[in-house]
């Protein structure tokens, strides 16, 4: 659990593999566009900061976190990435749809991981409140975008 005003996306780029080599697709959600975009941004600027090219960079727009997970199978089967950031926030309301679109979309991507040889990494909010979110999109919580791009390096690498 995060500690109260403490940044977790802070990183050493002595211990992350240099990105130049590596492509990486970056599907995003629209719903809840504030929130997606400020992750976005955040995975982009991590990704370049750690070598990776922009013309190495693919973004596909989704129109939600449940299609993240077709739009992330697309994006491995036609682009020949090295990694998927898939990129969502699902803010709680009062139905049970919250509960159902946060399961499904996790299990999704685990689905990718498992039966696709390239990494797809779950950059979905699930947040109880918009401060939340926005706390975890570039606020007091740092950037979870951030976050996710080092993983996805990390996970290249592997390949």
Known sequence: MATANKNLSVYDKTTIPNAK???????????NTEITSGLYLGAVEAL????????????????GSFELIYGSKKMIATQEVDAVIAIGS?????????????SGTAQGIKD??????????FCVLTDNTLQQAMDRSGGKHGNKGTEA???????AALG
């Not at 370049?48 to 129109?63: F, L, S, T």
């Not at 699902?90 to 946060?102: L, P, R, Y």
């Not at 990718?112 to 990494?121: A, E, G, W, Y």
């Not at 791009?149 to 996970?155: E, F, V, Y």
């Open 21 to 31: 080599d590596f492509r990486f697709g970056i599907v995003v959600s629209e719903w």
């Open 48 to 63: 370049k900061d750690c070598g990776a090219i922009e013309e190495n960079i693919v973004k596909w727009d989704v129109p």
């Open 90 to 102: 699902v803010i709680q309301g009062e139905t049970k749809h919250f509960d159902f679109v946060c």
């Open 112 to 121: 990718l991981n498992v039966l696709t040889d390239t990494p797809v990494i």
């Open 149 to 155: 791009a080092i993983a996805a390096i990390k996970m």
